[in-house]
């Protein structure tokens, strides 16, 4: 508890990679310049005690990459809420395009995961974001708006400063094709005022993060962009150069 995300943020999804050993091996090579901002690490459940205890005094949030809704009992397979907070896990992605997409999770099921989250203590990270024929079709917006208010209705104020969103165009994950700043710029402002609108003046505070293919070359244009108050790294975060290269890209 007490934690919350002071922008900008620099978050890097590990996905099914970096097992124990390689986490603590990452985090012996990773040192981010003390300053302005917050860094969170999402390695896979396995790895989460080691980056904890491999961060010492480093100013590294560690969070999971997914959760179920119900605290406890018969779901194998899963992990609560709670039980992330147990283990020291500090932040819940909720809603990636892969677990929308390869797993099936529907909007109502992310909505259900932000609450959860929210209600064990942890930050909750929102993704949203629209396939390619969504945004050929012209649907990009309106996909988005859905997404954000299938969560937002179940979102009270009194957790504001607990909640983040990933704007992460799913045909700019692991592709190497990176939103324009001017496009993913166009979203955040778009998101920003959907938030303000449901939340209220309070939502101006939320981060709102642009995730696809962000690399050290991309990240400082990226993150200058308006509206956008970080980013949410997959591939490029799994060297602790190249993260640590973004990080130091903020400005
Ligand atoms: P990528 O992934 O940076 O490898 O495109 C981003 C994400 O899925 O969060």
Redesign the pocket.
Known sequence: MGHSLTKPVVAG?WKLNHGPAEARSFMESFSPAKGEGTLVLFPPYLSVAAVLEARGGRPVLVGVQDIYWEASGAFTGEISAELANQAGAEVALVG??ERRHIFGETDEETARKVTASLGAGLIAMLCVGEKIDEREAGQAKAVVQRQLDAVLGHLGTEHLDRFAVAY?PVW???TGKTATAADASEMHVHIRSILLQRLGDGAASVPILY????KPANAAELMGAKEVDGV?????SLDPRSFSAIWDARG
């Open positions: 999804n990636h395009s992460e700019a994950i692991g995730g696809g293919s962000v949410l790294v997959g591939g490029a």
